[in-house]
């Protein structure tokens, strides 16, 4: 039986378009899977497009450390690549500079954890609030997109001492759970206390002063005190005229005496 001189040439032109189409599928977009592993330690924006000039289609970032599945890619106008992905539902685009292609979380030495139950106030340093993580130290991930405001009152179940050798402990925020520094933390409310506004008191009418004009002070009046003996020629004239008025009477009396001893002895 003779072959037909066109099969070969067949065969090899289908081998061709074979290897032609897996070259491209590879270009085109291969499947791999990356690690979320952002610089700022919040996670990865993913957006409609492939660059920062495309809007995000998804509040909030995709966690640290998430592994995603790449279908393709693209280089942005900066001359970033960026990777074609899908999270919880969505899909979009994430910059790969923001990746790896290895899970980057770091390697944990076995912690002590400690049964707590407890209850705590945030009193972070910064005023901001205190991040909620995924294991107990800076090291790990945040499982809160937004820390867990000042002053909130926190139920602690576990602690467990970091790398750092700072306290942490587990707790509950918002259906979210986690670890936070307990260094940033208070037993004690440590709300500000409101100050109890001031008491203006009314003002006092001023005392209406009579209209009545002032009478002036009357000075007391001046009683002279009267004069005494020897004070003035008066008082000398009152006792002579006396002393004269009683030798008088006595010259009278002298002389009655005489006047009827002589008429005796006549």
Same mark, same amino acid.
């Given at each position: 039986?003779?072959?037909?001189?066109?099969?070969?040439?067949?065969?090899?032109?289908?081998?061709?378009?074979?290897?032609?189409?897996?070259?491209?599928?590879?270009?085109?977009?291969?499947?791999?899977?990356?690690?979320?592993?952002?610089?700022?330690?919040?996670?990865?924006?993913?957006?409609?497009?492939?660059?920062?000039?495309?809007?995000?289609?998804?509040?909030?970032?995709?966690?640290?450390?998430?592994?995603?599945?790449?279908?393709?890619?693209?280089?942005?106008?900066?001359?970033?690549?960026?990777?074609?992905?899908?999270?919880?539902?969505?899909?979009?685009?994430?910059?790969?500079?923001?990746?790896?292609?290895?899970?980057?979380?770091?390697?944990?030495?076995?912690?002590?954890?400690?049964?707590?139950?407890?209850?705590?106030?945030?009193?972070?340093?910064?005023?901001?609030?205190?991040?909620?993580?995924?294991?107990?130290?800076?090291?790990?991930?945040?499982?809160?997109?937004?820390?867990?405001?000042?002053?909130?009152?926190?139920?602690?179940?576990?602690?467990?001492?970091?790398?750092?050798?700072?306290?942490?402990?587990?707790?509950?925020?918002?259906?979210?759970?986690?670890?936070?520094?307990? $260094?940033?933390?208070?037993?004690?409310?440590?709300? =500000?206390? #409101? !100050? %109890? /506004?001031? &008491?203006?008191?009314?003002? +006092?009418?001023? $005392?209406?002063?009579?209209?009545?004009?002032?009478? =002036?002070? #009357? !000075? %007391? /009046?001046? &009683?002279?005190?009267?004069? +005494?003996?020897?004070?003035?020629?008066?008082?000398?004239?009152?006792?002579?005229?006396?002393?004269?008025?009683?030798?008088?009477?006595?010259?009278?009396?002298?002389?009655?005496?005489?006047?009827?001893?002589?008429?005796?002895?006549?």
């Amino acid at each position: 039986m003779k072959h037909s001189p066109l099969l070969p040439r067949v065969l090899s032109l289908a081998l061709c378009l074979v290897l032609l189409t897996g070259l491209l599928a590879i270009q085109a977009g291969a499947s791999y899977t990356i690690y979320v592993n952002a610089k700022d330690g919040v996670g990865l924006n993913l957006r409609s497009g492939p660059g920062t000039e495309y809007s995000k289609v998804r509040s909030n970032p995709i966690p640290m450390y998430t592994a995603l599945t790449i279908s393709q890619t693209e280089t942005s106008a900066a001359g970033n690549s960026w990777g074609y992905t899908s999270y919880g539902g969505t899909s979009g685009w994430v910059c790969l500079v923001e990746t790896t292609t290895y899970d980057p979380r770091p390697s944990q030495s076995p912690t002590a954890y400690t049964a707590a139950d407890y209850h705590i106030y945030v009193n972070a340093k910064d005023g901001l609030g205190l991040n909620l993580r995924s294991g107990p130290g800076t090291e790990y991930s945040k499982v809160r997109f937004n820390p867990v405001p000042m002053y909130t009152r926190l139920h602690i179940v576990q602690t467990a001492y970091s790398q750092a050798n700072l306290l942490w402990g587990y707790t509950s925020y918002d259906g979210v759970s986690g670890w936070v520094c307990l $260094v940033e933390t208070t037993t004690y409310d440590p709300t =500000p206390q #409101q !100050a %109890a /506004p001031a &008491v203006i008191e009314p003002e +006092t009418p001023p $005392v209406q002063e009579d209209a009545a004009p002032a009478v =002036p002070d #009357q !000075a %007391a /009046p001046t &009683v002279e005190p009267a004069p +005494t003996a020897g004070e003035d020629g008066s008082a000398l004239t009152t006792m002579a005229l006396g002393i004269i008025i009683g030798l008088l009477a006595a010259i009278l009396i002298l002389l009655v005496v005489l006047a009827t001893r002589k008429k005796k002895n006549n």
